[in-house]
């Protein structure tokens, strides 16, 4: 709980946010480290933790599976996510198509749904955006593990 009004939090005031870039692109690979610098400020430092988290609970975690943690939330920056429409996109989803990507409220919910998708587009990584797919429904062993680190946050 404390974890996510954090969130809220730097969601209002990204000055707040200071991810170790440093640290998340030592281990992404050059084709990644673009993705993961697209993102907003606010999901690289939530990359982040999900990334420390995942290694703290699991040293023996796969390189890719900390890549994936980094760039789970990397669909986000297809267009520009505000901070309201992060709120409201998250107290209420609909089903929406994933395409073709809308501005307004409308993106907002495309985005909150469809994140994981528009990201392993553009991975290359086959593990990577297998589990960036799978994220927010696991179903592999290193999926559940990200999940639930990401569930932290």
């Known amino acids: 709980m404390i974890g996510r009004f954090r969130r809220l939090l730097r969601s209002f005031f990204p000055a707040l946010c200071q991810p170790d870039d440093a640290w998340a692109l030592q281990h992404l690979s050059p084709e990644e480290a673009p993705l993961y610098r697209a993102m907003d400020v606010r999901d690289r430092e939530h990359a982040l933790e999900v990334a420390r988290t995942l290694l703290s609970r699991h040293p023996d975690a796969p ?7 980094l760039l789970h939330d990397s669909g986000k920056a297809l267009r ?6 992060r709120i409201l996109a998250g107290l209420y989803s609909p089903k929406v198509p994933a395409e073709p990507l809308k501005g307004g409220l409308y993106g907002a919910w495309q985005v ?23 994220h927010h429904r696991p179903q592999s062993l290193w999926g559940q593990r990200l999940h639930e680190a990401d569930q932290e946050f």
Do not use: F, T
Request: charged residues 30%; proline residues 8%.
């Open 63 to 69: 390189g890719y599976a900390v890549r994936a943690a």
């Open 80 to 85: 520009p996510y505000y901070p309201l429409e």
């Open 112 to 134: 909150r749904r469809h994140h994981p998708e528009y990201a392993a587009r553009h991975i290359k990584d086959e593990r990577v955006a297998a589990l960036v797919l799978e």
